[in-house]
C-alpha cells in the first residue's frame, strides 16, 4: 500500500469485473466469453447510424447536461414523465449515485442479499454506509419477510444476480410498503428484466408499482438488453423527488456524465423496441435449451429468468475444476470463490452455435474420471 493512500483509500476492497481478454495481440487465441453477460448479438443499426451522426462537430461542445433527449424517449417508452427519469454512465454509475442519495451513513442499515451483486457491499462502504446482508433461502430464492421491518432502505437486483432467480410482484409490493412506513427508498436493480419473461410474456417489473410508492427507484442498463455494454448508458426510473435527489449527487460530481455519442446510442436503442425484443427472445430460449443440455449431463441449474445461468457440476466435479478445464478448451464463464457459491458457476448465453460448443465441452469434461 502507499503511503500516499487516504486511510478510507487503505481501506476499500473494489469490485472484481470478470476477465476482459486484451484484443490486437499477434496471435492471440480467440477465446468464447461467456462470462460477464453481455449480449451476444450486435446493436441494432439505428444505433450505430446515430453514433455515426452524433459525430460530428458538436464534438466539440459539452453535452446536453440533462440528456434531454434520451429521458424523453425513455419515458415515452416507459409510459412515464422525464422528469421521472435519470440516466447515466451504465447502471454502475446510477447504483453508486443512489447510494449516496438515499441510503444514511449513520442510524439503520441499508439491506440487500448476501449473496447478490458484489458492488453493493463495495459502494456501502465507499459512502460509510451501515449495511445487512440478509441470507438466500436454501433453494437461493430471496425471501420478502426479513425486509420488512426497520431498515436503512433496501436495494437488490431483480432477478438477482449471480442466482438468476425473480422476486415476485407481490414480494416487491410487500417489501416496498415496509420501506415507505421507514421513510426509505427501495432500489430494484433491473439489469436483467428484459429476459425475466413472465406468464403473458412480458416481465413483471417494478414499474407496475411506480405510481404507487413515490420511495421505489428502478434501475436498468442498456449494457445487457441493448447490446451496449461498450457504450455505457443506465438510467433510473422514479418519483420527481428521487430524481432530483440523484440530480443533486451528480451535479455534485460531474454535470456532464454521459456523452454526445452515448446519448445519441442509447436514445436510438430505447426507441428500436421490436429490434431488441426479437434477439431477447433468442437469448431466453437458448437458456432454456442450455438448462436443459446441463441438467441431462448431471449439472444442478437454478431456474434463472436472466441473460445466464447459475450451475453446479455433478457429483465427482467441482467448479473451480471445470472453470479451469473450460478455460483451457478457451471458453470463459465466472467463478465465484464465496461460501455457499463456492462450487457454482455463472454462464452467460452466447449464441447458439457458441453454446453448442460449451455444452460439447462440458461433456467432454464430465465424462473423463
Known amino acids: 500500500m502507499s503511503d500516499y493512500w487516504s486511510e478510507k483509500t487503505r481501506k476499500l476492497q473494489p469490485y472484481v469485473p470478470g476477465e476482459q481478454p486484451a484484443k490486437g495481440k499477434s496471435g492471440e487465441r480467440k477465446l468464447i466469453k461467456l462470462n460477464t453477460n453481455e449480449n451476444p448479438y450486435p446493436p441494432s443499426p439505428r444505433v450505430i ?35 421521472g427519469v435519470f440516466p447515466g454512465n451504465g447502471s454502475d454509475e446510477v447504483l453508486a449515485f443512489a447510494f449516496a442519495a438515499f441510503f444514511e451513513s449513520g442510524g439503520e442499515p441499508v439491506l440487500f442479499p448476501d449473496i447478490t451483486y458484489s458492488f453493493y457491499p463495495v459502494y456501502a462502504n465507499l459512502w460509510n454506509i451501515p449495511f445487512t446482508a440478509i441470507p438466500l433461502e436454501e433453494d437461493f430464492s430471496i425471501n420478502a419477510d426479513p425486509y420488512t ?22 414480494d416487491l409490493r410487500k417489501m416496498a410498503e415496509a420501506a415507505s412506513r421507514n421513510k426509505r427508498v427501495i432500489a430494484v436493480d433491473e439489469a436483467y428484466i428484459a429476459f425475466a419473461e413472465g406468464e403473458d410474456g412480458k416481465p413483471a417489473s417494478a414499474l407496475a408499482l411506480l405510481k404507487e410508492f413515490p420511495n421505489l427507484l428502478v434501475i436498468r442498463t442498456l449494457s445487457k438488453e441493448s447490446s451496449l455494454a461498450g457504450l455505457r448508458a443506465g438510467f433510473a426510473l422514479g418519483s420527481e423527488e428521487l430524481i432530483e435527489g440523484l440530480c443533486r449527487v451528480k451535479d455534485s460530481f460531474n454535470s456532464y456524465p454521459m456523452d454526445r455519442l452515448a446519448q445519441a446510442g442509447a436514445a436510438a436503442a430505447i426507441k428500436d423496441a421490436v429490434y431488441y425484443e426479437e434477439i431477447n427472445r433468442r437469448i431466453t430460449a437458448t437458456r432454456r ?6 441438467e441431462a449431463l448431471g449439472f444442478r441449474v437454478l431456474p434463472s429468468r436472466a441473460n445466464f445461468i447459475f450451475a453446479s457440476p455433478p457429483a465427482g466435479k467441482n467448479a ?27 454462464i452467460s448465453m452466447g449464441t447458439d452455435e457458441e453454446m453448442d460448443i460449451f455444452l460439447d465441452e462440458c461433456r467432454e469434461i464430465i465424462s473423463k474420471q
Open 289 to 294: 435449451r442450455v438448462s436443459s443440455g446441463l
Open 320 to 346: 473451480p475444476g471445470v472453470f479451469a478445464a473450460l478455460r483451457e478448451r478457451g471458453i470463459l464463464v465466472r467463478h465465484f470463490n464465496k461460501p455457499r457459491i463456492v462450487d457454482f458457476l455463472r
Open 49 to 83: 447510424e446515430a453514433i455515426k451522426n452524433a459525430a460530428a462537430d458538436s464534438l466539440r461542445l459539452y453535452p446536453d447536461p440533462t440528456s434531454l433527449e434520451l429521458r424523453e424517449a425513455i419515458a415515452e417508452r416507459y409510459g412515464l414523465k422525464a422528469s
Open 149 to 170: 421491518g426497520k431498515s436503512g432502505g433496501i436495494i437488490f437486483p431483480n432477478p438477482n444476480a449471480p442466482t438468476g432467480l425473480f422476486l415476485p410482484l407481490n
